[in-house]
């Protein structure tokens, strides 16, 4: 079974840092995704990646797939950015439907 | 445009209450979803069709049935409510399968007493 495992759980960061959420998963995929959910529980996908970099204002994803492994990077934080933030992955080879999430993490920044 | 819209909002019901929750894309999407979210854990599949007239179960489908009822619609039901199903509900969408974006509606948070 694919397990999706996200670092930290929790992070506190003062406005302005550079941010890293750190995602890995246990089996071969074939897209991985990263969503931000906000604190009056609406969720936003920001990201869905199968190789390489994406970058989206000050957000930037990257996955290297023989590790296993995704980040996602905050540049110059701001209050606003305060949310969970989730990966999901698309195994290879399994329904075309279903993704398997990780927990979260949550993320505040301080002004 | 709506995106994707969920009622209710809220909802409490006793033990052995049934409930339908309710969801509507406009994109034109292929494919909704429902998920739900419990704390400590991420969010779960219940149920999802990939295609007007097509549905197929998740990792959790038990206690609920689904019913696509055009492109535009996917209801999620809920037989005889049980305490282990309060939980917060999620339909999403997407065009095609998980290797697209998916569109989440703002949930339905549901408490059985």
């Known amino acids: 079974k694919n397990e999706v495992e996200q670092s930290p759980q929790n992070l506190t960061a003062q406005e302005g840092e550079f941010i890293t959420i750190n995602c890995s998963y246990s089996v071969g995929i074939s897209a991985l995704h990263w969503l931000q959910q906000h604190p009056g529980g609406g969720i936003v996908s920001l990201f869905m990646l199968s190789s390489g970099k994406k970058k989206h204002g000050r957000l930037i994803a990257t996955i290297n797939i023989q590790e296993k492994h995704s980040s996602l990077h905050i540049t110059a934080s701001h209050p606003r950015d305060s949310a969970v933030y989730i990966c999901a992955v698309k195994e290879s080879g399994g329904s075309n439907y279903k993704l398997t999430f990780g927990k979260g993490t949550l993320l505040t920044v301080n002004p | 445009n709506a995106g994707v819209t969920q009622t209710p909002k809220f909802q409490v019901l006793k033990t052995g209450q049934s409930m339908t929750l309710q969801c509507a894309q406009d994109m034109n999407h292929n494919s909704m979803y429902w998920y739900r979210q419990d704390p400590g854990m991420g969010l779960r599949l219940i149920y999802y069709?990939?295609?007007?007239?097509?549905?197929d179960k998740g990792e959790v489908p038990n206690g609920y049935n689904v019913s696509r009822l055009n492109k535009r619609e996917f209801s999620l039901r809920l037989e005889s409510a049980a305490p282990s199903q309060t939980s917060v509900y999620f339909c999403?969408?997407?065009?095609?399968?998980?290797?697209?974006?998916?569109?989440f509606g703002p949930g339905t948070r549901l408490t059985v007493l």
């Open positions: 999403a969408s997407s065009e095609a399968d998980g290797m697209d974006t998916q569109y």
């Open positions: 069709s990939a295609s007007e007239g097509t549905t």
